[in-house]
């Protein structure tokens, strides 16, 4: 057995050698990821998925069955077999993969990362000091020759609707590709329920399932501090990208949490999820009273000021608070802990709620 | 060289079409904004009404951004065409834009605070936009064929858009984004404060010009005649390379790389009047570029509630089948 371990691992290390025959291997193999559902027949269970909306888990004879569902049709786009015991050393081109690894301790099941500019947690950076993690560059500037030749075997990326680029390669060398779509969950809560996906990979379901029941617990707990709320007062998000304001539909994330917070959302009365785009203008008349804004993408007003040297006319250029001063931070931990945004978000809207001190992402622009 | 009765009729018509034009752009926008609304902007400026504040911070820069924008990218077409006798010349074509974007895109990511502001862009604008005029009439001293000259201006074209993408992978993030929304083009992003000063730029840019027109009409003859009638050649190209600079310099520093306008606008202007008289061709561009620009942004704003163009690629939408046709003209 350990003599089969090593040839394997000899086998890995020659593997761009591979890429030469990958013609007749894209022929001749068939994909080792993906794999067809179980039979209904099967003794299968489900792993009990709440608020997520773009995958399905289940588990049959320790071993988890995952299935990948398309965001805009919600049929299945890919399913894999996450067998156990099987180590999946993964490359992580998604910021919020790899704050999940650290939540779940498991930094050192991570090979390779698109940019450290972008990572925050202490341990993945000594690792990569080590030499342990590796940048790859994002989807678009990979390189397959690096992926092939690192010690990864499994991919984790954003999912923007297209296959990772040399997918059926890659596949075809045994790597398993895996789109993570939890910027895609409308629901705070189903985003951060994506740690489950991360807990069947690592090994670490039972962690991934009491740490998300810890947050779901903690975030209803302060949903119940702003139910009853009547005062709700006005807040924007987004800022101008050229002559475009970018703003959240009424169903997305960042609208589901100002609605939490206790906020009314001037876009509320629109529909559906896609990103809504008004002119300069039109946010001026709209926004006359808006007391609050939110994510401007800037974290100073010198900026704001620069790109978008209008809004300083509205009301709630006195009231601007930003994500930015740690972005990393906030990208890599707050979709596995919405219930931190969620407390900002309160206290920015609603100081006179107690208990609720501190900012932990969020800062006023000053 | 005085100004014929056909092309003083035609003049006074634009005369009096650029405010007529002017004011439907004011009104083009999808709020309703009322006379009145403008008048009180003005004169009784309220700072807590939106209207008021559209009006005054919105639309009259942005439509007096876009007289002063056509206007002057369509002298400094003419002065290029006329300096290069090149009909195919122009501040884009020939990479002055590209020269202006290449000193701004450097300056940002330094990201030094001085740089990155409106001043520090201005300055590296006009900067470059004078370099890369300095260096393309430095290689026209070398080609005889206008294509070549074009070919040449192409290159410069690539070289510095290949420098750009360079200076942007190694960028910061932040320096990299700012360099990103100034690339967009605009012709909102100017406030009110800012009207005056850059109006009095672009003035001065016009009177000097004014001056020039005899020089160049001297200059159309040919080098060899102009020098025999008396004009310092030297001195008269450094002259028009350093307005054609002034203009390209500031407008690109304040509303981004607006393409063909510089290109298509002299070329038109030459096919209505046929004339070699430059006061009459600047003037005539000055008016139909101003024109032609208000027209664009009418366009843009009457599509707005349905998807969003930014001028610059509106202008090369209307801009490129007219040179199109001018090359296939030429052919004929």
Redesign the interface.
């Given at each position: 057995m350990n003599s089969l371990l090593y040839l394997a691992v000899q086998l890995k290390k020659c593997m761009k050698y591979v890429l030469l025959l990958l013609p007749t291997i894209l022929f001749l193999s068939c994909n080792a990821s993906k794999t067809d559902s179980p039979e209904k027949t099967e003794n299968i269970e489900d792993v009990k998925i709440e608020y997520a909306q773009h995958f399905n888990l289940s588990l049959k004879d320790n071993a988890y069955f995952l299935e990948i569902l398309d965001p805009i049709s919600g049929k299945v786009e890919s399913s894999h077999t996450i067998a156990p015991n099987e180590k999946h050393q993964a490359i992580s081109l998604s910021a919020t993969v790899v704050g999940m690894y650290a939540i779940l301790n498991q930094q050192k099941q991570l090979k390779g990362v698109s940019s450290m500019d972008y990572v925050y947690d202490a341990k993945v950076k000594s690792l990569f000091k080590l030499g342990n993690i590796k940048e790859f560059g994002d989807e678009t500037t990979n390189s397959i020759e690096k992926i092939i030749s690192s010690d990864a075997n499994t991919i984790l990326y954003s999912g923007f609707g297209d296959e990772f680029p040399n997918q059926k390669k890659l596949e075809a060398l045994h790597f398993t590709i895996l789109p993570i779509y939890d910027w895609k969950e409308i629901h705070p809560l189903g985003k951060a329920e994506w740690i489950k996906v991360i807990g069947a990979l690592t090994g670490k379901m039972d962690e991934a399932i009491a740490f998300f029941d810890k947050v779901v617990k903690e975030y209803n707990e302060l949903l119940q501090l702003t139910e009853s709320i009547d005062n709700r007062p006005t807040c924007l998000s987004g800022n101008l990208i050229g002559d475009i304001w970018y703003t959240p539909a009424s169903e997305s994330y960042v609208a589901h949490l100002m609605k939490d917070a206790g906020a009314n959302y001037r876009y509320a009365e629109t529909n559906g999820q896609v990103t809504l785009q008004f002119s300069i203008e039109q946010i001026l008349k709209d926004n006359e009273n808006t007391e609050f804004w939110i994510n401007p993408g800037y974290n100073s007003k010198s900026k704001i000021d620069k790109f978008n040297p209008h809004i300083k006319h509205l009301k709630c250029y006195n009231n601007i608070f930003c994500y930015s001063p740690n972005m990393s931070k906030f990208w890599e931990q707050s979709a596995a802990e919405p219930h931190h945004v969620l407390s900002d978000l309160i206290h920015i809207f609603h100081p006179e709620i107690k208990g609720i001190n501190t900012l932990y992402y969020y800062e006023k622009i000053n | 060289m005085s100004i014929s009765k056909r092309h003083t009729i035609i003049i006074l018509v634009l005369l009096l079409l650029l405010p007529i034009i002017a004011l439907v752009h004011l009104f083009a926008?999808?709020?309703n904004i009322d006379g009145s609304d403008y008048l009180s902007s003005i004169f009784s400026y309220d700072?807590?009404d939106?209207?008021q504040?559209?009006a005054r911070?919105?639309?009259i820069p942005r439509m007096i951004m876009a007289i002063i924008a056509g206007a002057g990218l369509s002298i400094a077409g003419l002065l290029m065409q006329t300096l290069f006798n090149n009909p195919l010349a122009g501040p884009y074509v020939l990479g002055i834009n590209s020269g202006a974007s290449l000193f701004v895109a450097f300056s940002i990511m330094t990201g030094i605070p001085f740089f990155?502001s409106?001043l520090g862009i201005t300055a590296n604008a006009l900067i470059g936009a004078f370099v890369f005029g300095m260096i393309i009439l430095f290689f026209s001293r070398f080609l005889r064929s206008q294509v070549s000259l074009l070919l040449v201006g192409l290159m410069l074209g690539s070289f510095t858009g290949a420098l750009v993408s360079l200076t942007q992978t190694i960028s910061e993030?932040d320096e990299l984004k700012?360099f990103t929304?100034w690339a967009?083009?605009?012709l909102?992003?100017v406030?009110f404060g800012q009207i005056l000063p850059i109006f009095s730029v672009f003035f001065t840019g016009i009177i000097l010009v004014a001056f020039t027109s005899k020089s160049l009409n001297i200059l159309v003859l040919g080098e060899e005649n102009a020098r025999l009638l008396g004009v310092n050649i030297k001195k008269a190209r450094l002259f028009i390379i350093i307005l054609t600079a002034l203009f390209t310099g500031l407008i690109t520093a304040f509303c981004g790389p607006i393409a063909f306008i510089g290109l298509a606008v002299p070329n038109l202007v030459r096919m209505i009047f046929k004339t070699q008289s430059h006061l009459t061709l600047l003037i005539s561009c000055a008016l139909t570029g101003a024109i032609f620009i208000l027209l664009c942004d009418i366009c843009i704003q009457l599509i707005?509630p349905h998807?969003?163009i930014?001028i610059n690629v509106f202008t090369s939408i209307v801009g490129a089948p007219f040179v199109v046709f001018i090359i296939l003209k030429k052919l004929r």
């Open positions: - | 926008g999808q709020i700072s807590t939106s209207y504040i559209i911070e919105i639309r990155t409106t993030a700012v929304l967009l083009g605009s909102q992003k406030e707005e998807f969003m930014p």
